[in-house]
């Protein structure tokens, strides 16, 4: 019979395919992860012009181009006010390979890493593929994540706590004094901080800060991507940014499974990164207005959901059976427990979809609700 590692048995491929699958081909789908805008053309015309020129047919450094890092750098310094070395950064294939390199280069076979509940579903599946043991928390009322929750549940075996804001799949915005307090929780306790930053620039109410701005001993791990930021999700273009001798260890990972990352995404991400920001805005302004069009439709169903500050997800608690005729009623959300225990009980809304195909939806849950409430 063949034999596979118990850490990948440990792993299932993500609920949300599932939910995709189950749905007709003509249905609305509010399942999705990524923004519904065309990547900016100076980034596009960016990768032709690499690709033309043939600059890419080879190798990048394995921590990516010398020009891409640095682009990165001056990203941190314009909107993070966050001093970067471009040697302290590695381009990745996606934020996701980012946290993977992350974890397998911090995380000891059965160390915990702490994360929230409900979350992005990659924190616990890469544990385990860490060999790591996961430790999910729950949130509070308005789904952000305590400091004090994540400072109870580190123990000795503690290797790491992931904190993501805005927040997959909640919208939900951790405030500046929670930033300082995961900062001050990753010095005092010696374990690693990875903070997960790439929905940075969709935020609605209040503002994005880093746990780096606070970090004054090295533990802090900044994941971040162009995927959301500039609608590049197709490209697979992250980075990871953290202490020198911590960068180092990932780049090890990174250099074996990975060498570089694909160096037409870095010619485009670096366009992106320098050129113009309108796009980062216009879609911001964009996800904004639905998030309010779709919170007046929960509230006229009745259904209660804590406001989203930012991404483009909203987590409504929905009563038993509404995920199903919601879906049945050909519109894709995705059930909370796909996220987490702690979720089971809401439903995740991804709004990253134009107004008009939003409204629909919007009857349609309605009708739904109506429903399952009769
Ligand atoms: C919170 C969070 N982190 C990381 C990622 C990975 O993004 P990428 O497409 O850059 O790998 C996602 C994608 O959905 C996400 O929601």
Same mark, same amino acid.
């Given at each position: 019979? !063949?034999?596979? *590692? *118990?850490? +990948?048995?440990?792993?299932?491929?993500?609920?949300?395919?599932?939910?995709?699958?189950?749905?007709?081909?003509?249905? $609305?789908?509010?399942?999705?992860?990524?923004?519904?805008?065309?990547?900016?053309?100076?980034?596009?015309?960016?990768?032709?012009?690499?690709?033309?020129?043939?600059?890419?047919?080879?190798?990048?450094?394995?921590?990516?181009?010398?020009?891409?890092?640095?682009?990165?750098?001056?990203?941190?310094?314009?909107?993070?006010?966050?001093?970067?070395?471009?040697?302290?950064?590695?381009?990745?294939?996606?934020?996701?390979?980012?946290?993977?390199?992350?974890?397998?280069?911090?995380?000891?076979?059965?160390?915990?890493?702490?994360?929230?509940?409900?979350?992005?579903?990659?924190?616990?599946?890469?544990?385990?593929?860490?060999?790591?043991?996961?430790?999910?928390?729950?949130?509070?009322?308005?789904?952000?994540?305590?400091?004090?929750?994540?400072?109870?549940?580190?123990?000795?075996?503690?290797?790491?706590?992931?904190?993501?804001?805005?927040?997959?799949?909640?919208?939900?915005?951790?405030?500046?004094?929670?930033?300082?307090?995961?900062?001050? $929780?990753?010095?005092?306790?010696?374990?690693?901080?990875?903070?997960?930053?790439?929905?940075?620039?969709?935020?609605?109410?209040?503002?994005?800060?880093?746990?780096?701005?606070?970090?004054?001993?090295?533990?802090?791990?900044?994941?971040?991507?162009?995927?959301?930021?500039?609608?590049?999700?197709?490209?697979?273009?992250?980075?990871?940014?953290?202490?020198?001798?911590?960068?180092?260890?990932?780049?090890?990972?990174?250099?074996?499974?990975?060498?570089?990352?694909?160096?037409?995404?870095?010619?485009?991400?670096?366009?992106?990164?320098?050129?113009?920001?309108?796009? +980062?805005?216009?879609?911001?302004?964009?996800?904004?207005?639905?998030?309010?069009?779709?919170?007046?439709?929960?509230?006229?169903?009745?259904?209660?959901?804590?406001?989203?500050?930012?991404?483009?997800?909203?987590?409504?608690?929905?009563?038993?059976?509404?995920?199903?005729?919601? $879906?049945?009623?050909?519109?894709?959300?995705?059930?909370?427990?796909?996220?987490?225990?702690?979720?089971?009980?809401?439903?995740?809304?991804?709004?990253? !979809?134009?107004?008009?195909?939003?409204?629909?939806?919007?009857?349609?849950?309605?009708?739904?609700?109506?429903?399952?409430?009769?």
């Amino acid at each position: 019979m !063949t034999e596979f *590692s *118990s850490r +990948v048995e440990q792993v299932s491929i993500s609920g949300i395919r599932e939910v995709f699958e189950a749905a007709g081909e003509d249905a $609305i789908n509010l399942g999705l992860g990524q923004p519904d805008f065309p990547t900016p053309d100076h980034a596009r015309e960016a990768a032709v012009d690499a690709i033309r020129s043939g600059k890419v047919d080879a190798y990048t450094s394995n921590k990516g181009t010398r020009e891409l890092r640095e682009a990165i750098a001056a990203k941190h310094d314009r909107d993070n006010d966050l001093e970067v070395d471009p040697e302290d950064v590695i381009a990745t294939s996606g934020g996701s390979e980012a946290l993977h390199i992350a974890l397998e280069a911090h995380v000891n076979e059965g160390e915990e890493v702490v994360f929230p509940d409900p979350g992005f579903v990659s924190y616990d599946a890469l544990t385990h593929l860490a060999g790591g043991t996961p430790n999910p928390v729950g949130l509070r009322e308005d789904l952000t994540m305590d400091p004090a929750t994540v400072e109870d549940a580190i123990t000795e075996d503690t290797a790491a706590f992931v904190v993501n804001s805005p927040a997959n799949p909640t919208g939900a915005v951790q405030s500046p004094e929670d930033m300082r307090e995961f900062a001050r $929780i990753a010095s005092d306790h010696d374990v690693l901080c990875i903070s997960d930053e790439v929905y940075e620039h969709q935020v609605f109410e209040g503002e994005h800060r880093s746990p780096a701005e606070f970090d004054d001993t090295g533990n802090v791990v900044v994941v971040n991507a162009c995927s959301k930021a500039y609608s590049m999700t197709g490209w697979r273009l992250g980075w990871v940014t953290g202490s020198n001798e911590r960068i180092e260890r990932m780049l090890r990972v990174h250099q074996y499974a990975q060498a570089c990352a694909s160096a037409p995404a870095q010619y485009a991400a670096e366009a992106a990164l320098t050129g113009p920001q309108e796009p +980062v805005a216009e879609m911001r302004e964009a996800f904004e207005e639905r998030r309010d069009v779709l919170l007046a439709g929960f509230e006229e169903m009745g259904l209660e959901c804590p406001t989203p500050k930012g991404a483009f997800y909203a987590m409504p608690k929905v009563p038993e059976g509404w995920v199903e005729e919601v $879906i049945d009623r050909g519109v894709v959300v995705v059930p909370g427990d796909a996220f987490g225990e702690n979720g089971d009980g809401y439903a995740r809304i991804s709004y990253a !979809t134009d107004l008009e195909t939003l409204k629909e939806a919007i009857d349609v849950m309605a009708e739904a609700t109506a429903a399952v409430r009769e």
